[in-house]
T-cell receptor
Framework: NAGVTQTPKFRVLKTGQSMTLLCAQDMNHEYMYWYRQDPGMGLRLIHYSVGEGTTAKGEVPDGYNVSRLKKQNFLLGLESAAPSQTSVYFC??????????????FGPGTRLTVT | AQSVTQLGSHVSVSEGALVLLRCNYSSSVPPYLFWYVQYPNQGLQLLLKYTSAATLVKGINGFEAEFKKSETSFHLTKPSAHMSDAAEYFCAVRGVWTGANSKLTFGKGITLSVRP
């Protein structure tokens, strides 16, 4: 199993450009999440999905859109990138697991710089 | 809503010394609690989790954490630090009532440095 994979690993965008980050998991997990990580801020939830075809807003959703057309994929889109979106983006997936803990499994991250 | 507080942003210990990383949570009922570790330029890896089965939880790499309801704490410890333990550590909480939403709330993280 590859677990959770993210594409691309690095990207530099100019202000106003758009891009899509791809997250894929091969563990048949129902739940998937997108976080951003900034120094001193921990991880903040952008959007999440509780199943194929469903998405919901997290803590910091503005400027981002998501889609979950297939169970194994969760896409994060930036329609018009801004320097404030410079960050490291992590995708995660989860399932109920032992004791219904819903522990999350993380991808390796995408480092995005917006100039 | 639940929240997590990790006091301090940086802890430095000598190799072989005790590691203690503090985590306090805010929740009206005992939640699910997690510790994750992040090595440089990598994703997060689960160290251990509390699911109400036992208050003392043992994880990977010799780490353990004790759930103390009276203190609303879930501190992470390791008896003897290794150089390879240098990383960033995150405490996270999930409320038992969130069900299918299963969202985690993370603390801001603590960077652990290990001195030779």
């Amino acid at each position: 199993n590859a677990g959770v994979t993210q594409t691309p690993k690095f990207r530099v965008l100019k202000t106003g450009q758009s891009m899509t980050l791809l997250c894929a998991q091969d563990m048949n997990h129902e739940y998937m999440y997108w976080y951003r990580q900034d120094p001193g801020m921990g991880l903040r939830l952008i959007h999440y999905s509780v199943g194929e075809g469903t998405t919901a807003k997290g803590e910091v959703p503005d400027g981002y859109n998501v889609s979950r057309l297939k169970k194994q994929n969760f896409l994060l889109g930036l329609e018009s990138a801004a320097p404030s979106q410079t960050s490291v983006y992590f995708c995660a997936s989860s399932y109920p697991g032992q004791g219904n803990s819903y522990e999350q499994y993380f991808g390796p991250g995408t480092r995005l710089t917006v100039t | 809503a639940q929240s997590v507080t990790q006091l301090g942003s940086h802890v430095s210990v000598s190799e072989g010394a005790l590691v203690l990383l503090r985590c306090n949570y805010s929740s009206s009922v005992p939640p699910y609690l997690f510790w994750y570790v992040q090595y440089p330029n990598q994703g997060l890896q689960l160290l251990l989790k509390y699911t109400s089965a036992a208050t003392l939880v043992k994880g990977i790499n010799g780490f353990e954490a004790e759930f103390k309801k009276s203190e609303t704490s879930f501190h992470l410890t390791k008896p003897s630090a290794h150089m390879s333990d240098a990383a960033e550590y995150f405490c996270a909480v999930r409320g038992v009532w969130t069900g299918a939403n299963s969202k985690l709330t993370f603390g801001k993280g603590i960077t652990l440095s290990v001195r030779p």
